[in-house]
T-cell receptor, first 116, second 113 residues
Framework: EAQVTQNPRYLITVTGKKLTVTCSQNMNHEYMSWYRQDPGLGLRQIYYSMNVEVTDKGDVPEGYKVSRKEKRNFPLILESPSPNQTSLYFC???????????????FGNGTRLTVT | AQTVTQSQPEMSVQEAETVTLSCTYDTSESDYYLFWYKQPPSRQMILVIRQEAYKQQNATENRFSVNFQKAAKSFSLKISDSQLGDAAMYFCASYNYGQNFVFGPGTRLSVLP
């Protein structure tokens, strides 16, 4: 089954404790992306990647890191989490090989992060 | 830069009635795509409908249709015969080929029995 697998679904941590949210897709998609969702703001892009070893900042990259060492994986790293990073996070992927209209953005199930 | 605006934070509709959700966007590209995504309480993101900018015909998926006004950069979603299961957050999104997906702030739709 084609899917984007994101873990964990829920995470509670304390300020300053490094954490990683994993994202893996099994569709051989070139494009992967991380979003955070906050009330009234919609989904804002944190980082995206067009292919292996290629990453770019989105609209809200401060406080986050990513890596794309393999095509299928795109982990999101918070080196020193702060309470303002409490949010709902989504990983997503899409192929760039075909017309986008033929294949939508595939989302993971989301990670609810709370930083106290 | 792309922007997507949804001016209605919340809307409600009676069951079996029709409702229209508004979306406007701004892009300088000619090759782009527009989407409506639904997010029920399960928080899963579900694609509702998509529109390619070069197609003049409005997209339709069962009870869901769009009114795509390219010159006005408007992309509204019409839900006909509303059902209780349609209650959700709805996000409008645009995509410029090879660039980013940009989402609007969302519209929370309530369906009243």
């Amino acid at each position: 089954e084609a899917q984007v697998t994101q873990n964990p679904r829920y995470l509670i941590t304390v300020t300053g404790k490094k954490l990683t949210v994993t994202c893996s897709q099994n569709m051989n998609h070139e494009y992967m992306s991380w979003y955070r969702q906050d009330p009234g703001l919609g989904l804002r892009q944190i980082y995206y990647s067009m292919n292996v070893e290629v990453t770019d900042k989105g609209d809200v990259p401060e406080g986050y890191k990513v890596s794309r060492k393999e095509k299928r994986n795109f982990p999101l790293i918070l080196e020193s989490p702060s309470p303002n990073q409490t949010s709902l996070y989504f990983c997503a992927s899409i192929t760039l090989g075909n017309r986008v209209g033929n294949s939508p953005l595939h989302f993971g199930n989301g990670t609810r992060l709370t930083v106290t | 830069a792309q922007t997507v605006t949804q001016s209605q934070p919340e809307m409600s509709v009676q069951e079996a009635e029709t409702v229209t959700l508004s979306c406007t966007y701004d892009t300088s590209e000619s090759d782009y795509y527009l989407f409506w995504y639904k997010q029920p309480p399960s928080r899963q993101m579900i694609l509702v409908i998509r529109q390619e900018a070069y197609k003049q015909q409005n997209a339709t998926e069962n009870r869901f249709s769009v009114n795509f006004q390219k010159a006005a950069k408007s992309f509204s979603l019409k839900i006909s015969d509303s059902q209780l299961g349609d209650a959700a957050m709805y996000f409008c999104a645009s995509y410029n080929y090879g660039q980013n997906f940009v989402f609007g702030p969302g519209t929370r739709l309530s369906v009243l029995p």
